[in-house]
């Protein structure tokens, strides 16, 4: 018997030119209709189900691929269907579709479905059909789409299940029809892959208090059916995703896993199912690995040394097989496969099982498809990486290392050693310099000249600013003629002065409009820049710009993030000549606008040679000095943003202090250097604050403005406790809606917020970067945002007058 077999767990959707996106995009627009996107799709489908054969991978996932989300799919398939859709109640959903970059997006997926204000029926075999499928992910004319949110600590988005009021039921067995697709088209006995009931009912909303386990009853049966058809079917296998189990697991959690899988066990005893987990350690291992399945799927990659640990401490049942995810599934780079050889013989040293799957860590959604694309790379970079094809590969070079000796693949595992060592050894990667500027790093924390008291006071008397002063968040629309002269200039239609000139048309439009609005900290609008990562992706030294390494973000929308392969430095300033120039326009400060080093390293593919903390702190000490070099030319506020602090957080709480340490510390050497009157502005948006309140207090940045138009206020509480002493803007309108904002929405808003915060260290912003709305309706709302200002600051006077606390109040 072998002693190793290939798995994979799942395979990117998107194809090696984006086809997928596009055929999604041509049907949304009504250029293809459903029956060719399905012709299309399924050819997409089958040919990637080819290509992992001809891999040489065992175990194939089917029915992993999807017209959208894997979550959305198994809700489908159980009719968990949102039931405004359906013509039950009309609960409003809260859209949290976001314009937040995460990486360099591809071009915009055309607006939403306008499908009129109808409702879906389901067809006769019960299943609702693609046109509700897509309703509800994307949302119509009628009804708001369902929420999307990250999916674990993924840049991916699931549609969230809204169960307000629904019944499960079985529609139809979308597994067993992509397996029985696969065995008849292309005789594979393929792996179903399917969401498991734990997994898909904590990530879901709505359920009412105390149904959790009514609801996991309904569903049990359910899946259990799907599973009795599979096997008779014919299917060897099944994998069921419980990546919910690398969070805390209780003994609640625990009681429930025995009984769904004993349930599933009972309903198809011939059908062997792989319980999958991963993108961390499992919380319980000694209980999940007694569960009545046959095998166990571990991620040895991302579990920080945690499943090994628990492995080798506990063992591994002889009676079940264990999946060792051991090739990382979620990032870019080439395996060292001595490297990998010696963990998994260390694996099977302490598992003793009969037999493993070698496997990549997570599914390869998560990844590039191919490097083959990447030709235009130097070829120590290109040799150095692996995209999904290639994972593939280096799975089979392991399994057959483990079956035949290693001596079968000598030249195989020779030939990744030395890519490995050869990008190891590149200059790029031993900067000297680099390496200096780190070593005198304090252990201690970055400190400004003077505590932010001083700070303050020094601030007021420089910026003559009013009271409940505006400011807005960095971007301004970006235009199509804004778009056109970037990729003119990319494509060389355009000389760089002719660009440039274009830049400064438009940034002095723009600070005329923001004057006249009445403004009182301006922007320069971010013309210059497609992506607020990419953009400086492209200047630092150490990023590398692939050609075709999109992945999935949500929907069709895919993101190619930069890829940070070597020493991060500041070849020359980045922002200078833009933030410059438009300060010359006026006599009203100019914010000059950074991103943050968590955040260019959150929304990068980055190095896995190097510790989190080293990375950071190298982009941290590059901004240092762009942050220097902006202050010598004369600008006097600088905010460095940091949307992506909050979700890089790590999904075991125990690892959370260390993370938001590493952070502060990044962010402090960035902003650090600069004179007591440098307004230091940092920003923030979409996510939950409420919890890391003190580490952004920590940042020290004089001024945060951080979103709040969407959770309605809700923000306002954390700061409750009156010890956030510093400059804050709360977002007071909604930037991803269309609909212009009320005076009196912004007033309430900002009132709310002023129950709470001291009106003289409260700044009056939009929520987020003004990118994606048009100028029409921009103007109007920075208006409607400046008349609110305006009339609440009378409010104040007059209270001040009247000898009330108004203004003077507070913690000031
Ligand atoms: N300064 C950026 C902008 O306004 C911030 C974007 C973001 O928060 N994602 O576009
Ligand atoms: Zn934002």
Redesign the pocket.
């Known amino acids: 018997m072998s002693q190793a077999k290939s798995s994979n767990l799942g395979y990117p959707r998107i194809g090696e030119k984006r086809e997928w996106k596009k055929l999604l995009e041509a049907h949304w627009s009504g250029k293809i209709d459903a029956a060719e996107l399905e012709s299309e799709t399924k050819k997409l489908r089958l040919s990637y189900l080819q290509k992992q054969r001809d891999l040489q991978a065992e175990l194939i996932p089917v029915g992993d691929f999807s017209l959208y989300d894997h979550v959305l799919d198994t809700a489908f398939t159980f009719g968990l269907v949102p039931q405004r859709f359906t013509g039950g109640a009309n609960t409003a959903a809260h859209d949290e579709n976001c314009?937040?970059?995460t990486g360099a997006h591809d071009e915009e997926a055309p607006a939403s479905a306008d499908a009129e204000a109808k409702v879906f029926a389901p067809g006769e075999n019960g299943a609702y059909g693609l046109d509700a499928y897509f309703a509800v992910a994307r949302g119509t004319k009628a009804f708001a789409a369902s929420p999307m949110t990250k999916w674990f600590d993924t840049n991916y988005h699931y549609i969230v299940p809204e169960l307000q009021g629904l019944t499960p039921k079985l529609t139809v067995n979308r597994p067993l029809a992509f397996y029985l697709e696969a065995k008849e088209e292309l005789g594979i006995d393929g792996k179903p892959v399917i969401v498991g009931p734990l997994t898909l009912l904590k990530l879901a909303r709505g359920i009412e208090e105390g149904k959790f386990d009514t609801l996991l009853d309904q569903l049990i049966p359910l899946y259990a059916q799907v599973l009795k058809e599979l096997g008779e079917a014919g299917a060897t296998w099944v994998q069921i995703d419980e990546p919910i189990l690398v969070l805390e697991t209780s003994d609640e959690d625990i009681a429930r896993l025995n009984k769904i899988y004993a349930a599933f066990r009972a309903a198809a005893p011939g059908l062997n199912i792989l319980l999958q987990t991963y993108f961390e350690s499992v919380s319980r291992y000694e209980d999940i690995v007694q569960l009545p399945v046959q095998a166990i799927g571990l991620d040895f990659v991302h579990d920080r040394g945690r499943n090994l640990a628990a492995l080798e401490r506990h063992g591994f049942p002889q009676d079940k097989i264990l999946g060792a995810g051991v090739i990382d599934g979620r990032n870019i780079w080439r395996s060292d496969l001595q490297v990998k050889l010696d963990l998994l013989r260390r694996i099977k040293q302490a598992a003793g099982a009969k037999e493993l799957f070698v496997q990549p860590s997570s599914s390869l959604l998560h990844v590039p498809v191919t490097t083959r694309s990447e030709q235009a790379l130097e070829s120590k970079i290109r040799d150095g990486l692996s995209f999904a094809d290639e994972k593939l590969t280096e799975i089979a070079v392991l399994v057959k290392a483990l079956n035949e000796g290693e001596e079968a693949v000598a030249a195989e595992i020779a030939e990744s050693v030395q890519a490995v060592a050869a990008l190891n050894a590149s200059p790029e990667r031993n900067d000297e310099s680099v390496r200096d500027a780190l070593g005198k790093l304090d252990a201690r924390r970055p400190e400004r000249l003077s505590p932010y008291a001083v700070r303050r006071d020094v601030q007021a008397k420089h910026w003559p600013l009013p009271l409940l002063p505006t400011t807005t968040?960095?971007?301004l629309p970006q235009t199509t003629e804004v778009r056109q002269a970037r990729s003119k200039w990319k494509k060389g239609e355009w000389n760089e002065e002719q660009y440039v000139q274009f830049l400064h048309a438009e940034t002095e439009r723009w600070i005329r409009i923001q004057e006249e609005i009445g403004i009182d900290v301006l922007v320069h609008g971010?013309f210059e820049r497609n992506d607020?990562v990419e953009y400086f992706g492209e200047q630092l030294a150490g990023f590398t710009t692939s050609g075709f390494a999109w992945v999935q973000s949500y929907g069709s929308r895919c993101v190619k993030p930069p890829i940070l392969y070597g020493d991060v430095k500041l070849l020359s300033p980045m922002t200078v000549t833009e933030s410059a120039y438009a300060q010359s326009l006026t006599d009203k400060p100019v914010k000059g606008?950074l991103t943050g080093p968590i955040t260019i390293y959150n929304w990068s593919f980055v190095r896995d040679d190097l510790p989190r903390s080293v990375v950071q702190n190298q982009i941290a000490l590059a901004l240092r000095s762009e942050v220097s070099a902006l202050e010598e030319a004369g600008i006097g506020m600088i905010?460095v943003?940091e949307?992506a602090l909050r979700e890089g957080l790590p999904l075991k709480h125990e690892d959370w202090q260390s993370y938001l340490d590493e952070a502060v510390y990044a962010f402090r050497a960035s902003t650090t250097s600069v004179q007591d009157e440098t307004q230091i502005h940092t920003?923030?948006?979409y996510a939950e604050f409420g919890d890391i309140i003190q580490a952004i207090s920590d940042l020290d940045a004089d001024v945060i403005s951080i979103e709040a138009a969407r959770s309605h206020g809700d923000l306002v509480t954390a700061f409750e406790d009156g010890t956030y002493d510093k400059g804050i803007g709360l977002g007071v309108f909604d930037i991803h809606s269309p609909r212009l904002p009320e005076q009196s929405e912004i007033e309430s808003i900002a009132q709310r917020a002023l129950e709470v915060l001291d009106p003289a260290q409260f700044w009056i912003n939009p929520d987020?970067?003004?990118?994606t709305r048009r100028e029409e309706e921009v103007i109007p709302s920075l208006k409607t945002m400046v008349a609110s200002a305006v009339a609440l600051r009378e409010q104040f006077a007059k209270a001040g007058a009247a000898g009330g606390a108004g203004a003077a109040g507070g913690n000031s």
């Open positions: 314009n937040c970059a968040i960095g971007s971010e607020m606008m905010q943003d949307p920003h923030m948006c987020c970067g003004l990118k």
